[in-house]
């Protein structure tokens, strides 16, 4: 691996990240808030350890699928970083575990807060908070792919090892063009949603913020009631939509805009994530109404709606205590944060897809038993699965299992309850955000010990980069053929005199 080439882009990552944390500092003026200076002392500490791996490093070619793999994980880790920063810097939350907590949960798109009550910020860092979730729900480095031509070099291992999902749908010759119309897709979306919201009632800076928790599923809220807060139904429906739009392949949204409409419609993927909400939804109405047929039976229907699809599409979102619902709900919402939404979404979880290819795979093995000689293949729509993405989608589904069983185990050993621990686990690794008991949708995740906020903060990028992309950096294989960092010369080499010394003859 060339470590040099690796850190010089580091540098340029650091470099473009200390931008968006000017960003607050226009709201931080409008509402006198103070937070003028942490912000821009965030921001230049960012510049400077960005500058300064620039100056000691030199840039490399050639970058291949391990620097992509070690770029998107320090990237990810360093960008947390410096998004705790002002959390720490204004004295708003004490602890940097649970500033850099608050801040990897706000870039992976987790929603999981250590905040008691949310209003107490200042609202500048509310919108930081908002903005992390925008910023990471379509990936930092697809941002950069798009907008920053100095990182061609290696941008296709950067975006195949950055984008969720075993399937990477180019819709452009080159990556940087995919990138940018994916971000089209994301901002336009917002925009509408940010206009719709409005319309409903909200002020600008509750729709922004909102806006921007709802397409990157992130569910970080302006108030610690989150949706409840404004009991609307508009408003919950509009939120509805575009977290289930936020939750599907974001190349669909592509197709539909370019009225490819068929594509959509026919996409295998898409029916699986939708049937899974009807049914969700259905089982969760009618066991709720019977356990309590006195209640509002279109009420039940709203609230069920906009939980289980926030609990989907692991946005994150509340507008009802879904503790107080009968067990059975509770097992339906465990097995949505393990499902999740689709690939290619800002979603988190397994992936609707991962989950119709196991099925599949199950079956097949049912027939197999039944015509053992008879030659069956795997189709995903009218597209015949390769060998090796269903080797790839089993060896996730137990990767997947071994980290929940291994943190799940630490974070109990702490003294929680198993209930509190394997659902903080679950929530986290899946990036939903609330789980049960001590971490569940009324409560928060600031009672859990500083070991257990160190596992869960792994388990955040660790589903949101997929598994693989942090994992394979703690084998020894990948680091075996590490290169050690070569620093710049700053020292000019000597001129070679012209003269040309006399021949003897």
Not at 134 to 153: C, H, N, R, S, Y
Not at 172 to 193: D, F, K, M
Not at 263 to 291: D, G, M, Q, W
């Amino acid at each position: 691996m060339r470590t040099s080439g690796v850190l010089n882009l580091l540098g340029k990552l650091l470099m473009l990240l200390s931008l968006p944390l000017l960003l607050p500092i226009p709201f931080s003026l409008f509402y006198h808030d103070g937070m003028t200076w942490p912000f821009l002392l965030s921001s230049l500490i960012g510049a400077g350890c960005g500058g300064l791996l620039l100056a000691l490093f030199p840039p490399e070619e050639d970058l291949g699928y391990r620097e992509g793999f070690a770029i998107v994980t320090l990237s990810w880790l360093t960008m947390a970083f410096l998004g705790a920063l002002p959390f720490y810097i204004s004295g708003k939350i004490p602890s940097f575990i649970d500033c850099y907590f608050e801040a990897m949960s706000g870039f992976t798109t987790t929603g999981s807060t250590i905040l008691v009550t949310v209003e107490i910020l200042p609202r500048s860092l509310l919108f930081w908070r908002s903005l992390t979730h925008w910023l990471g729900g379509m990936g930092i480095i697809v941002l950069t792919i798009a907008i920053m031509p100095i990182l061609k070099i290696g941008g296709t291992q950067l975006f195949h090892a950055e984008m969720p999902g075993p399937t990477k749908d180019r819709l452009a010759p080159r990556i940087q063009g995919t990138a940018r119309i994916l971000w089209t897709v994301y901002v336009t979306l917002t925009l509408i949603e940010t206009l719709l919201l409005m319309a409903g009632g909200m002020d600008f800076f509750d729709a922004v913020c909102h806006s921007f928790a709802t397409l990157a599923t992130g569910g970080f809220s302006t108030h610690t009631a989150s949706i409840a807060y404004f009991d609307s139904a508009y408003i919950e429906g509009v939120i509805v939509v575009f977290m289930l739009l936020a939750g599907m392949n974001f190349t669909l949204h592509f197709h539909a805009m370019n009225g490819h409409f068929r594509t959509v419609f026919h996409n295998e993927e898409l029916r699986f994530y939708l049937c899974v909400v009807f049914c969700a939804t259905l089982i969760i109405t009618v066991a709720t109404t019977l356990a309590d047929p006195a209640d509002n039976l279109a009420r039940n229907f709203r609230d069920t709606i906009f939980i289980v699809s926030s609990i989907i599409t692991t946005t994150g979102f509340g507008t009802a205590d879904y503790e107080l619902w009968p067990p059975v709900c509770t097992i339906v919402i465990i097995i949505l944060m393990f499902i999740g939404g689709c690939a290619g979404s800002t979603s988190g979880g397994i992936k609707d897809v991962r989950i119709l290819l196991l099925f599949k795979y199950a079956v097949l093995q049912l027939r197999r038993l039944v015509h053992p000689h008879q030659v069956q293949t795997i189709k995903l729509g009218s597209t015949r699965v390769p060998q090796d993405v269903l080797i790839s989608v089993l060896g996730f589904f137990m990767l997947y299992l071994i980290i929940f069983f291994l943190a799940s185990m630490v974070v109990t050993a702490t003294g929680v309850d198993i209930v509190t621990g394997t659902s903080a686990v679950i929530t986290t690794l899946s990036n939903v955000g609330p789980g049960f008991n001590l971490v569940g949708p009324t409560q928060n995740f600031s009672s859990l010990s500083p070991l257990a906020k160190v596992v869960l903060t792994i388990c955040m990028v660790a589903g949101r980069l997929e598994l693989y992309t942090i994992v394979v950096l703690l084998t020894p294989v990948f680091w075996r053929t590490a290169r050690k960092p070569v620093f710049r010369s700053f020292v000019r080499p000597k001129k070679q005199s012209g003269s040309i010394p006399a021949q003897h003859h």
